[in-house]
């Protein structure tokens, strides 16, 4: 497809289990970001890669966070030793262009992947 | 205190109505604001844009700036119930993220 994609779509985890969510950005995108949206919330900002180059991970709440963009496509979000605070909805978006409030810069979410950990 | 605040909500109008979704912001820099409509299990897609103060329209949706009071708004025409769903306000700080209100959660009865 045309779109973002996410996969998983949706992760039931044990505490402690380490867990790895995919993006599949639009294809010739530059930028890439992850945030993570809890329930009855806003996204909030976790981490921004302009192709591969990790340009800002000031939102990753803890070290047991961590995302990876080797080649300047697909990204994956990796969480170790995952906690109950940890379940929220993970989106991942995309844009063409550095200036984001911009018709080029406009971010393309996808559907998010909805972790859960028990 | 966070940057950008907005009413949770729910909001449940009746279809035909005019809808009015307003955020408040902090930071006097900021230049670039969005709104973003969220459907149930969706992500984010962007409504419109607006660069400082004045008004964008676009059919029937109207974004406002208001600088001076810090006061972001969408107004609504005519809603109608596909309009149903979550509406974020948002900044771009101009350092390459986005940074999004709670989103207020919108109801469109027919």
């Known amino acids: 497809g045309a779109g973002v994609s996410q996969s998983p779509r949706y992760k039931v985890a044990k505490r402690g289990q380490d867990v790895a969510l995919r993006c599949d950005p639009i294809s010739g995108h530059v930028s890439l970001f992850w945030y993570q949206q809890a329930l009855g919330q806003g996204p909030e900002f976790l981490t921004y890669?302009?192709?591969?180059?990790?340009?800002?991970k000031s939102g990753l709440p803890s070290d047991r966070f961590f995302a990876e963009r080797p080649e300047g496509s697909v990204s994956t979000l990796k969480i170790q030793r995952t906690q109950q605070e940890d379940s929220a909805v993970y989106l991942c978006?995309?844009?063409?262009?550095?200036?984001?409030?911009?018709?080029?810069?406009?971010?393309?979410f996808g559907e998010g992947s909805r972790l859960t950990v028990l | 205190q966070k940057e950008v605040e907005q009413d949770p909500g729910p909001l449940s109008v009746p279809e035909g109505a005019i809808v009015s979704l307003n955020c408040t912001y902090s930071?006097?820099?900021?230049?670039?604001f969005m709104w973003y409509r969220q459907y149930s299990r969706k992500g984010p897609e962007l409504l419109m844009y607006?660069?400082?103060?004045g008004n964008k329209e676009d059919g029937r949706f109207t974004a406002q700036v208001d600088k001076s009071s810090k006061y972001i708004s969408l107004f609504i025409r005519d809603s109608q119930p596909s309009d149903s769903a979550t509406y974020l306000c948002?900044?771009?700080?101009?350092?390459?993220?986005?940074?999004f209100g709670t989103g207020t959660k919108l109801q469109v009865i027919p």
């Open positions: 978006a995309s844009s063409l262009a550095r200036r984001l409030a911009s018709k080029t810069g406009e971010l393309f």
């Open positions: 930071n006097s820099a900021f230049q670039y």
């Open positions: 948002a900044y771009d700080g101009g350092y390459q993220k986005v940074t």
């Open positions: 890669f302009q192709n591969e180059a990790q340009l800002d």
């Open positions: 607006t660069y400082s103060s």
